[in-house]
């Protein structure tokens, strides 16, 4: 055997010039410049600001403001809102990314909820907000329909029982911000977890009945192992879409329930409570906790990696 | 490590980018050798007509915040601009006053079109603009004139006035409310909103500081204010939405509590669809008022003075009259006869206007300090 390698064998080595030749770069230009210009440089501008007094000194007092009782409640009330609709929407979406990829469900809903969740999970703000407004609000057109439903009783009188907000529901609570979210959420997760699911094996749940086990056996020690990586991936996702939104929720609830980025708004914009600095302190606050979020993302989907490529 | 090359597109686009800056960063000086930044008034600068010629040098004006609608400033703005051959920018027409103090920080060093030339802020923010010096003293020729809290050396200025209203949808509400004690009552549940976070609106919070009045306040005690929305909160009296033109529109919030001038306004944008009827409450008369203040840093000083003088004059006036804002010159205009019935008819009635409260710039803040404290456990829900 000739163990001799051929020069065409070996891979053309290039020369270090040619691999950082700047027509590699070029297409990059744009993305970087964008990346500087509106993420880098306004980041390390809300830093160095956060640190400044109204007269540009240097301060750390800005961040006495993360010992206000109001401030302290606004971070907790963000988290919780956050971490109650990414779990909502990432056990919703799970379920309809489940329907359509391991389901018998046909190849058309497939496409249409694909191209549906692509189009929801970009709808948000005061647009979303208000059309839940115009639905299920107190003069809402479903609300109305609701209402319209009367039928006689066993006494002869007329009763619509069926007007939500005489059953409890309120639009403008936790409950109706959930729902809100849901909106974009659920889509969310239905595009991430989509492929994990897919990356399912067919052998893996063959071979696990061959040797006996039930359903329930397959998902509890095959299938949940290998995706919770990336469910749990998926739904810090969704707390961080969560997290930053804010419009739909101070469209929504018109400030009872005081999230960290209206108060931040609130802040930097606002006609009474103003003082652009604590502002700064507090969105500084919030890149750290986002920073942990991307952080432990990232580490779970190079877990998510590992049992996949295998 | 950088081949040649990739240095060299670096400093292309450094070079690019500092161009472009600098492109933005430079503006029209004044032709003739005044420096109308430091002239307190028409007369110093050697008269309106060097104004005149000098602001239409400056060829353009920026305002900002200020939405069409609002005391029919879009008018305003387009016979000054038609008047003079001067372009008006109108930054942020939805934004609020410390968006303008900001705009003007932001701009100190640079003079693009981005950099507003004279702002119109709640009375909050007339001393603080005048204490950070972001703004220039200046007098009007009909200075003498304005009614109100000026600032003697004119720094700032009243612009215009009206009193606290409610705005009624009346297609939703049937039994049309007199007073702020009337909406303490069941049949009005999920029917009130304010027009704003009172956190953050300085509308919002002046209603919150009216109820207080209405429910044995003074203008020292803010607190019977927002126990009176807490418990209109409680109730489910109180909806927790921010009553803009959608909301309203929809009848969703049927009740909300609104500058005179912004639920006329509104009255005309809707025109019967819905229906809306505007209320004076019978327990308060609370007066609002705004601003007016020329740029320290204005990149069009003559052109910004020139708005000023248009603004205070007859016509200017005349403008705010039709966007139903009772104008500071009003008391001279009625002297005068310059108004007509039909537009006398578009202000609250001249006794109620000076009969309405008004708190003091101290009183203001300290109601401020306990909304902002407070407003969290009126109507905020803790989420467990």
């Known amino acids: ?310 | 490590m950088f081949s040649k090359r990739n240095t060299l597109f670096l400093v292309t686009i450094l070079v690019t980018a500092a161009i472009v800056l600098t492109a933005c960063g430079s503006a029209g000086g004044s032709v003739s050798n005044v420096d109308w930044n430091t002239m307190k008034s028409a007369e110093e600068g050697g008269g309106m007509e060097a104004l005149v010629a000098a602001a239409k040098a400056e060829g353009e004006l920026n305002v900002i915040t200020l939405p069409r609608d609002w005391c029919n400033y879009g008018e305003a703005m387009d016979t000054f601009a038609s008047k003079y051959g001067i372009k008006v920018n109108s930054l942020l027409p939805d934004g609020g006053s410390a968006d303008e103090i900001q705009a003007i920080i932001d701009n100190k060093e640079t003079k693009g079109p981005q950099a507003p030339d004279v702002i119109d802020v709640g009375p909050a923010y007339g001393p603080l603009a005048k204490e950070q010096g972001l703004i220039a003293p200046y007098k009007v020729e009909t200075w003498s004139t304005i009614v109100g809290t000026n600032d003697p050396d004119g720094y700032y200025y009243v612009d215009y006035s009206g009193v606290m209203v409610l705005e009624v949808v009346t297609d939703y509400v049937d039994q049309v409310p007199t007073s702020y004690a009337d909406l303490n009552n069941e049949i009005y549940k999920g029917k009130v909103a304010l027009a704003g976070d009172p956190r953050a609106s300085n509308q919002a919070a002046q209603s919150v500081y009216a109820a207080a009045l209405a429910n044995g306040g003074s203008l020292d005690d803010i607190q019977p204010g927002l126990e009176f929305f807490k418990g209109l909160n409680e109730k489910g009296i109180l909806l927790p939405l921010i009553a803009d033109s959608g909301p309203i529109g929809k009848g969703e919030t049927p009740i909300t509590f609104q500058w005179s001038w912004n639920a006329y306004a509104n009255k005309d944008n809707f025109a019967g669809n819905p229906n809306i009827e505007v209320v004076y409450p019978t327990d308060v008369n609370w007066g609002g008022y705004y601003y007016q203040a020329v740029s320290a840093y204005a990149p069009h000083p003559a052109a910004a003075r020139l708005w000023e003088e248009f603004l205070y004059s007859d016509e200017g006036q005349t403008l705010w009259v039709k966007g139903y804002c009772a104008p500071a010159r009003l008391a001279d205009l009625n002297a005068r006869g310059v108004l007509s019935d039909e537009l006398k008819a578009k202000l609250p009635d001249p006794a109620l206007l000076a009969a309405s409260i008004v708190p003091s710039g101290d009183q203001l803040k300290a109601a401020r300090a306990a909304v902002k404290e407070q407003w969290d456990s009126v109507v905020g829900l803790d989420i467990k």
């Open chain 1, 1 to 310: 055997m000739d163990l001799t390698l051929t020069p065409s064998a070996v891979p053309e080595k290039k020369s270090i010039w040619e691999r950082l030749s700047a027509t590699n770069w070029i297409g990059l230009v744009p993305f970087f410049a964008f990346i500087i210009f509106f993420l880098l440089l306004p980041s390390t501008n809300l830093l160095f600001k956060s640190f400044q007094d109204l007269n540009g000194n240097f301060t750390l007092n800005n961040y006495a403001v993360m010992q206000n009782p109001y401030v302290i409640k606004a971070y907790r009330v963000s988290l919780l809102v956050s971490v109650i609709t990414s779990v909502v929407g990432g056990v919703f979406g799970f379920f309809v990314a489940y329907a359509i990829t391991l389901g018998n469900t046909p190849k058309w809903m497939r496409n249409f909820l694909i191209t549906f969740s692509g189009l929801a999970a970009n709808f948000g703000g005061v647009p979303l907000a208000f059309s839940y407004i115009a639905t299920l609000g107190r003069t809402g057109f479903i609300t109305a329909i609701l209402t319209s439903i009367c039928y006689p009783v066993a006494t002869g009188a007329q009763v619509c029982p069926f007007n939500p907000y005489d059953n409890g529901f309120n639009l403008y609570s936790v409950a109706g911000l959930v729902l809100a979210y849901t909106y974009f959420q659920f889509p969310l997760m239905v595009l991430t977890i989509t492929p994990a699911l897919e990356g399912l094996r067919k052998e893996w749940r063959e071979a696990s009945a061959n040797l006996g086990a039930s359903p329930w056996q397959y998902w509890r020690d095959v299938a949940l192992p290998i995706l919770s990586p990336s469910i749990l991936g998926a739904t810090l996702l969704l707390f961080g879409s969560a997290f930053g939104a804010y419009a739909t929720a101070y469209a929504l609830t018109g400030g009872s329930i005081y999230l960290i980025t209206i108060l931040i708004s609130q802040q930097i914009r606002g006609d009474v409570l103003n003082n652009p600095y604590e502002g700064y302190a507090l969105a500084v606050g919030m890149i750290v906790i986002m920073g942990i979020t991307i952080l432990a993302y990232t580490a779970l989907q190079r877990r998510t990696s590992r049992w996949l490529k295998s």
